[in-house]
């Protein structure tokens, strides 16, 4: 593996649009409100390699968040991910959403029994935890829960912290439980992944992590359910 000095890390998976760049020169990174991945992506990915003084042909690895979050927002990412892959050469890595979030806590100086939370809509979120010190090591697999198990985290008083939009969505249910704190992240942070994109195999293949079906396959499916 070459050495890798320009890295570009896309991140979709919330209603907010995320890019961040690594160059030999210093980082980069742009930050949108709620916003239409489709329209906003790909302009301020080209923004920033400008503001870099790059071109897509000098990317050395293409980093992208695949999920869990927003079915439309993850499909956007992706392409546009795979896509400039292809179109330079550049090496494509994957992470996801809950260990970006994990990794951003561990940043500013979060320890300990990390669960990251991301709205997932419907009343749901999806939610993985993880032992951060030193490093940040993932302690079971990325689930799809309803709001309502968030408080179940906080059960026999063991210390927690618990970060992503979805803590803010349903804050009234982790309001008060013992030993729970709440650390704010709205978004998953882009710039932790130029770290863990350098340190990632780019062998493997990068897929999407939905844990569910789309709203559109469960609304087609409730509306034809037997009555």
Do not use: W
Not at 24 to 48: C, I, K, N, Q
């Amino acid at each position: 593996m070459g050495l890798v000095v320009n890295l570009v890390v896309i991140e979709t998976a919330t209603p907010a649009c995320a890019v961040a760049l690594a160059t030999a020169e210093g980082e980069f990174d742009y930050v949108g409100g709620e916003s239409r991945h489709t329209e906003t992506l790909v302009p301020e990915l080209e923004t920033l390699l400008a503001r870099a003084g790059i071109g897509a042909q000098d990317l050395d690895r293409v980093v992208v968040d695949r999920g869990p979050g927003l079915f439309t927002g993850l499909r956007v990412g992706l392409a546009t991910a795979i896509g400039l892959s292809l179109a330079t050469g550049a090496g494509l890595v994957g992470v996801t959403s809950l260990e970006l979030l994990a990794y951003g806590a561990r940043t500013k100086g979060v320890r300990g029994r990390v669960v990251s939370c991301v709205d997932g809509r419907r009343g749901e979120v999806f939610v993985q935890s993880f032992d951060v010190g030193d490093d940040v090591r993932a302690l079971d697999e990325p689930a799809v829960l309803h709001s309502s198990a968030l408080s179940s985290y906080a059960e026999r008083g063991l210390p927690v912290t618990l970060t992503g939009d979805g803590v803010v969505r349903y804050a009234e249910v982790v309001k008060g439980l013992e030993g729970a704190e709440v650390f704010t992240q709205l978004v998953p942070p882009a710039l932790e992944g130029l770290a863990l994109g350098r340190r990632r195999d780019t062998s493997e293949v990068v897929t999407p992590l939905y844990l569910r079906d789309a709203d559109a396959v469960a609304n087609f499916t409730t509306r034809d359910a037997p009555r």
